[in-house]
């Protein structure tokens, strides 16, 4: 068996800059610098790279956390010239290290290709908690930037006593430091520090606010800042070269797969380990209450393992949950388990008493999964009483804190050492993945590698709420809209937080019951300027509470796809009923209001008019006339914040009449997310999103009997395919800020807002489309078919 | 059970139980992280190599029906440090997100365009059907298919064959 492991190419290119020189001998002997001298170590045992490592199991440990306050930790700068930086973030194929490399290049004038980025192993990165909330560039951005300017301001202090004349009558350019009155006098970064420490502490009462006494750059000074260089990560990823935490081998490490209950809900009453005995390399069989697992030596005999154990389960007395036929019906009936007092304005009774016009819809959205391509997985090593996990999770930080908990060992014998992995788009179960790892491996006493098969990760994946939301909306005599009311029903109760060692998977489990976090509905994010307005938000739950595979979690923009359904479908319905252009209808409901803080009607405004602008869109309303073609187009709007990021879409569509099956021909994208660091890597990211968008709209949707999750691998949980791309996607980077060239302009989230509004967007083309209005997702053939059918289209 | 593999013009010997899939020698015997575990299944395309000429889904072939024949995994692609013109492609477009199911995208696109050189949009969607991305990164494949296919046939001689893996 060919045993190794490579660690991220990055890194050992990082590592290739010390190696064999006495600055790393200084690194690794210097006591009271953690990062420099623990990532060395860290790397060379994660690194069992042939013979003589492979041998090395983990080292002891600690593991203490990387100090935020001091520039060493965030920066080190090579004898040739070169830097490495190190961000406690980690990067889900969005580009964000590519961007943190720009910044923080930007800020410490060096070149771009003459840097390097580590993110999010615990030991060799600051804590900056992985990643979240589409707030890498937004929130942890800016620290970056300071500290690699601080980098630069210290650099040139050494180079001024170097040349004896004030830091003032230096220019730096591309890591070379010259003075100005002559320029025959220069020094380059790695001249003046190469190989060695900063010893700058820096200050900042928490990590986001860490801060040296240099200031960054304004934003017209920055030039790698807003180019598009190409990622880093995508070449290792198009020749096999990188290794992913899916591919971590240490020595002596076994295989294990996990055995669900067939039933939600089930009680495990025995194991029979007789009947996978004779199974050869079999080690173990695991199980802690509900928890049950096997491992063996080889993996395609644990997964033999796993389908031929004998296990006696107890079903539950009563159903888990309804069937997802009658989920809505349920969610409807079911008692709220959460209302708070709804948000008033106004007094919409009365408005919509008095309207001319009513118009009343219910939207309804399924559970929907994050399905990664590749099952969860995670890799732990249990030697010399510490542990080692290598994981693609991406807030690795609170994989080890939570792990540390769970096992009951010191925090700082454990780490976790973050790789590439399948998508991670919010709370995967790549978390649970972690947690079993560990604890497989410390039952086992020897390393261990855990994946989910495909029924698992379908079926078991932590699901974004279900969705009812009923809205009532009132039009004046003029069409003007005077009154919405919004109540929405998200089956949500028992949502996760990530890596918490009471409510993963394992932990469930095992019997663990903590209270559940109960979350929220959200409503439907716009500047709309509407004088009387109702919000009520109910949260239900469903019958089984815990151990169940519909357990909620954070999925690329939590509630944003459902809620955005339901409120631009029907701000869609009021302009048909008002006999308004639907783009029209929406710049009248954002025009007059005198509240615009933070410019964000203007860049509501702007941004819808962009994207109106790229479409090339006729005013008209909606529906157009259906005539008797087979093939129905149409084209529909959609417009959101998520934070402070605007997003506008437009979806033009074709529906075969014949078979209901809807194509997204064109997708345009107006996208204002303040400063872009990368626009091609934006440009990636937005259409990503939208085609993820895409696959929620038209395919994905968690379907249950009364005792299991039904949708277990692609053909019964299909997904978008190829033959569905759009023929053309456009995407328009707005900037609707009246200054764009301030030199603060801020930088927003754009990881996740653009998968907001396409759902809304294709259900409106559809409607113009057809003139048929879908209120259930997804748009699937037969659904649309049947609608189309009873509407006589 | 010893099975010689040729794989990525080496032969390697591996003493195994027949019917194991071929996904699990290649990376846990040989050491090759190209050809990943997505589904087990045989839907969904991440384990993709190339046989013979072929794109195979290595999670649900047996090791000894592919005993001696010549298997390509992502690692093979490039020949003497150049990558293949699909590998280029997919970098010039910067075609990846998460990068996972790449292998499957990548690897099919080198058989379609086999048999294919100069595909359609139609010919390209219904060639890289099977090959499914949770990242949806399909425009940007498709794209980058094109992009490669131009540049492979200017490289041809007027009759020539384009020569794969």
Not at chain 1, 544 to 558: A, I, K, S
Not at chain 1, 747 to 765: D, F, K, L, M, S
Not at chain 2, 35 to 50: E, M, N, S, Y
Request: proline residues 7%; glycine residues 10%; hydrophobic residues 40%.
């Amino acid at each position: 068996m060919t045993t190794f492991t490579k660690i991220p190419r990055q890194v050992e290119d990082a590592m290739g800059k010390w190696s064999g020189s006495t600055s790393r001998r200084n690194f690794l002997k210097s006591s009271g610098l953690l990062v420099v001298s623990f990532s060395a170590a860290a790397i060379a045992s994660a690194n069992p790279l042939g013979g003589e490592a492979a041998a090395a199991a983990q080292a002891a440990g600690p593991y203490p956390d990387p100090d935020f306050r001091q520039l060493d930790s965030w920066v080190v700068i090579h004898e040739d010239g070169t830097a490495t930086f190190y961000v406690g973030k980690t990067d889900g194929g969005q580009g964000t290290g590519t961007a943190f490399r720009q910044m923080m290049s930007d800020e410490l004038d060096i070149a771009f290709d003459k840097t390097s980025l580590v993110m999010g192993s615990t030991d060799i990165t600051v804590d900056q908690g992985g990643s979240g909330g589409s707030d890498a560039i937004e929130v942890d951005g800016p620290p970056a930037r300071r500290v690699a300017a601080e980098a630069r301001r210290v650099l040139l202090e050494l180079a001024s006593a170097r040349f004896g004349v004030p830091p003032g009558q230096l220019a730096v350019s591309e890591g070379v430091v010259t003075v100005r009155t002559d320029p025959s006098k220069k020094v380059t970064y790695g001249e003046l520090i190469g190989g060695r420490r900063f010893n700058v502490s820096l200050t900042g009462a928490n990590i986001n606010a860490t801060a040296g006494l240099a200031n960054v750059k304004s934003v017209p000074e920055l030039k790698i800042v807003g180019t598009s260089p190409q990622r880093h990560d995508i070449p290792a990823k198009v020749d096999g070269s990188l290794t992913w935490a899916v591919d971590a081998k240490v020595p002596g490490m076994v295989h294990a797969r996990n055995v669900r209950p067939p039933v939600a809900g089930a009680k495990l009453l025995g194991v029979d380990e007789s009947s996978v005995r004779s199974i050869p390399g079999f080690i173990k069989v695991v199980s802690k209450g509900n928890y049950l697992a096997v491992v063996c030596e080889r993996e395609e005999d644990a997964i033999k393992a796993s389908r031929q154990l004998k296990a006696e389960w107890e079903k539950p007395a009563t159903p888990p949950f309804p069937t997802s036929d009658d989920l809505y019906d349920y969610m409807r009936r079911a008692t709220p388990t959460s209302s708070p007092a709804p948000n008033v304005v106004g007094n919409p009774e009365a408005a919509l008493a008095g309207a001319a016009k009513v118009v009343e819809a219910e939207y309804e959205f399924p559970f929907q999964g994050h399905t990664a391509i590749g099952p969860a997985h995670g890799a732990a090593d249990p030697s010399n009483g510490q542990m080692t996990i290598w994981s693609n999770d991406m807030k690795s930080y609170g994989l080890r804190t939570g792990v540390a908990d769970f096992l009951e060992m010191p925090r700082d014998r454990v780490r976790v050492v973050w790789m590439e992995g399948p998508q991670v788009y919010g709370r995967t179960a790549a978390d649970d993945a972690g947690f079993e790892a560990a604890f497989l491996a410390k039952e086992v006493g020897r390393p261990v590698r855990v994946q989910w098969m495909r029924h698992e990760e379908t079926a078991w994946d932590t699901k974004s709420p279900a969705y009812t939301c009923k809205l009532r909306g009132g039009l004046d005599a003029q069409g003007n809209l005077v009154a919405l009311e919004y109540e929405a029903r998200a089956a949500d109760h028992n949502h996760l937080g990530y890596n918490e060692p009471d409510t993963v998977l394992i932990a469930q489990l095992m019997g663990k019951r903590p209270a559940p976090a109960s979350g929220g509905a959200a409503a439907p994010s716009d500047m709309y300027a509407i004088p009387n307005r109702r919000r009520a938000l109910h949260v239900v739950g469903m019958p089984l509470v815990w151990e169940t595979p519909l357990r909620t979690g954070n999925l690329r923009d939590p509630n944003g796809p459902q809620v955005t359904f339901a409120g631009e479908s029907f701000i869609d319905e009021l302009a048909a009923a008002a006999k308004a252009d639907p783009v029209e209808f929406r710049l009248r409901l954002l025009t007059g209001a005198a509240d615009d803080s933070e410019f964000r009607r203007a860049r509501s405004i702007a941004s819808i008019k962009a994207a109106a602008e790229a479409y090339g869109w006729d005013s008209r309303p909606s529906p157009k006339p259906v005539g008797r073609q087979t093939i129905l187009t149409g084209r529909g709007i959609s417009y959101c914040f998520r934070g402070r990021t605007v997003v506008v879409q437009i979806a033009e569509v074709e529906v075969n009449r014949e078979t209901g099956h809807v194509w997204v021909k064109r997708l345009v994208c107006a996208h204002d997310c303040g400063l872009v660091i990368n626009p091609e890597g934006l440009r990636r990211t937005l259409e990503g999103n939208m085609l993820h968008s895409m696959s929620r709209a038209l395919y994905e949707e968690v379907r249950f009997d009364a005792e299991k999750v039904t949708s277990v691998d692609w053909r019964t949980h299909p997904t978008l395919t190829h033959a569905d791309a759009p023929a053309r996607i456009d995407i328009v980077m707005v900037n609707g800020d009246p200054n764009p060239n301030r030199p603060d302009l801020p930088h927003y989230g754009a990881g996740e807002a653009a998968i907001r509004p396409t759902v809304a967007a294709i259900a409106n083309a559809i409607y113009d489309a057809t003139g048929v209005r879908l209120r259930r997702v997804p748009f699937r053939d037969d659904r649309v078919l049947a609608a189309l059918k009873a509407a006589r289209v | 059970m010893s099975i010689t593999l040729k794989v990525n013009g080496r032969a390697h010997a591996v003493d195994v139980d027949p019917s194991t899939p071929l996904l699990y020698i290649l990376r846990n015997d040989l050491g090759l992280q190209g050809p990943r575990f997505g589904c087990g299944l045989g839907q969904c395309g991440a384990c993709t190599v190339i046989v013979e000429g072929k794109a195979i889904r290595s999670c649900v072939t047996p090791t000894s029906t592919v005993a001696g024949s010549e298997i390509t995994t992502l690692e093979g692609l490039a020949q003497g440090g150049t990558l293949h013109p699909l590998q280029q492609a997919w970098i010039d477009e910067q075609v990846p997100q998460c990068g996972f199911c790449q292998n499957g995208q990548l690897m099919n696109a080198v058989v379609l365009l086999d048999r294919v050189p100069n595909p359609t949009d139609a010919q390209i969607r219904e060639g890289m059907n099977g090959i499914l991305c949770r990242c949806m990164t399909y425009y940007r494949v498709q794209a980058a298919i094109k992009r490669a296919s131009t540049v492979m046939s200017a490289a041809l001689p007027a009759s020539g064959e384009e020569v794969v893996a």
